[in-house]
């Protein structure tokens, strides 16, 4: 079954720290996509990042990047030196082809960021 | 070009009331969906749609209706508000599957 696992309920740092948000999945699909979106105090859900099945490289976007390793299943995302205005829950989320016929995203239960000054 | 809109942005009902949450894009997306989110449960799938006219239950589809008559607009209904049914109601669409998925403000529904 598909599956997206965030263990990490709360993370604080302080301010300038790295801090990594890690995430697991199970699919037992080959084609798949991977998706981090934020959600600040404001409440809206933006989107951060979306990575196919077949490209393992890893992306960095300023202070953001990402790991994606299919023999662990894991897709972890590095803020580095944090900033208060990371502070957000962070969704991982699964999104399985269902042979085109669907759209479904499976999201994990998100890693709440405090970051401190 | 407003992306994904939601009305209305706050709603209280009382049990056993009904309502439409309105969800419209003018991105000409064909893929569109509702989630619900609750505290601790991240969002969860209610009903999705792959194009007007087609749609399909998602996680949990109990208690909410769709229909989807035009590209552009994707309806939810409540048939018989329970206060189970209380959450964040976000509206999303995507070009197609796998496409990233862009969601609307929310909603956020009380039922008494």
């Known amino acids: 079954a598909q599956k997206v696992t965030q263990a990490q309920t709360e993370i604080s740092v302080v301010e300038k720290e790295d801090v990594t948000l890690d995430c697991v999945y199970e699919t037992r699909d080959t084609t798949y996509y991977l998706f981090w979106y934020k959600q600040p105090p404001s409440g809206e859900l933006v989107f951060l990042i979306r990575r196919n099945s077949f490209d393992e490289q890893n992306e960095i976007s300023g202070r953001y990047s990402w790991n994606f390793q299919k023999s662990t299943s894991s897709f972890n995302f590095t803020i580095t030196a944090s900033q208060v205005v990371d502070s957000a829950v962070y969704f991982c989320?699964?999104?399985?082809?269902?042979?085109?016929?669907?759209?479904?995203?499976?999201f994990g239960t998100g890693t709440l960021l405090a970051v401190q000054p | 070009n407003a992306g994904v809109t939601q009305t209305p942005k706050f709603q209280v009902l009382k049990t056993g009331q009904s309502m439409t949450l309105q969800c419209a894009q003018d991105?000409?997306?064909?893929?569109m969906s509702w989630y619900r989110q609750d505290p601790g449960m991240g969002l969860r799938l209610i009903h999705y749609?792959?194009?007007?006219?087609?749609?399909d239950q998602g996680e949990v589809p109990n208690g909410y209706n769709v229909s989807r008559s035009t590209t552009e607009d994707f309806p939810l209904r409540l048939l018989s508000a329970a206060p189970s049914q209380t959450s964040v109601y976000f509206c999303a669409s995507s070009y197609s599957w796998g496409e990233t998925q862009y969601f609307g403000p929310g909603t956020r529904l009380l039922v008494l």
């Open positions: 749609s792959v194009g007007a006219g087609i749609t």
């Open positions: 989320a699964l999104s399985e082809t269902g042979g085109g016929a669907t759209n479904k995203l499976i």
């Open positions: 991105m000409n997306h064909e893929y």
